[in-house]
C-alpha cells in the first residue's frame, strides 16, 4: 500500500464508541509506523532486500511484543491499555493492507515466503506507476474516501454543537 496507512489510521480512530488518552495519536502512528523501516531500506542497506523483510513488517514479531507488553501495560499503566490496544491493532491493519499488493511474511519464522492477496505487474517503467496504475489502487483511493467523508463529518458536527447549546437557551 502506497498512500492510504494514515486515512486508514484516522478511520480505526472512529470505530471506538468513546475516545480516551492517545487514541488518535496511538491509531495514526501505529497505521504508519512499519513504513519507517524505509528510512534503514534507503540509508543503512541502500535497498538490498525487500522492505517487508524487516522485523516491523513482521507479524509475529508485534504477536511477541503484544504477548509481553500488553500485560505489563494492563498491570502498571492501565491508563494507557486502549491506546495500546488501538496502536497494535493499526500494526496490523497496516500489515494486512500491505498484503493486499504487497508482500509480507505472515508463516514467519517457520517460512520467510512473502505472501500477498494479489501480484501487481512491473508493468511501467517505475515500481511505484506500476502500483499507481493497477486496479488496487482504487482499493487506497477508496480508503482516502472514508476517511475524508470521515472527518468532514466530524467537522461538521463539531460546528453544530454550539448552535444547539446556544438553540437550548
Ligand atoms: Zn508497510
Known amino acids: 500500500m502506497l498512500t492510504a496507512h494514515l486515512p486508514s ?4 480512530a472512529q470505530v471506538p464508541r468513546r475516545t480516551f ?3 488518535l495519536p496511538a491509531a495514526l502512528i501505529g497505521a504508519v ?3 519507517l523501516d524505509m528510512i534503514c531500506f534507503y540509508f543503512v542497506d541502500d535497498g538490498a532486500f525487500h522492505h517487508h523483510r524487516y522485523w516491523v513488517h513482521v507479524p509475529v514479531f508485534w504477536a511477541g511484543v503484544a504477548l509481553v507488553t500488553l500485560p505489563l501495560i ?3 499503566a ?3 491499555l486502549n491506546a495500546a490496544l ?4 493499526a500494526i496490523f491493519m497496516h500489515l494486512v493492507l500491505d498484503s493486499i499488493g504487497g508482500d509480507i511474511m505472515w508463516r514467519a519464522p517457520f517460512d520467510d515466503t512473502l505472501m500477498s492477496l494479489v501480484k501487481v505487474p512491473a508493468s511501467q517503467s517505475h515500481w511505484i506507476l506500476s502500483y499507481l496504475l493497477h486496479w488496487t489502487f482504487l482499493f487506497e483511493l477508496a480508503i482516502w474516501v472514508i476517511a475524508l467523508t470521515l472527518w468532514l463529518r466530524r467537522g461538521r458536527v463539531e460546528n453544530r ?4 447549546v446556544f438553540g437550548k437557551r
Do not use: Q, S
Open 161 to 164: 454543537a454550539p448552535a444547539e
Open 21 to 23: 488518552p492517545g487514541l
Open 9 to 12: 489510521g484516522y478511520i480505526l
Open 78 to 80: 492501565h491508563r494507557w
Open 86 to 89: 488501538v496502536f497494535l491493532a
Open 74 to 76: 494492563r498491570l502498571f
Open 33 to 35: 509506523f512499519p513504513d
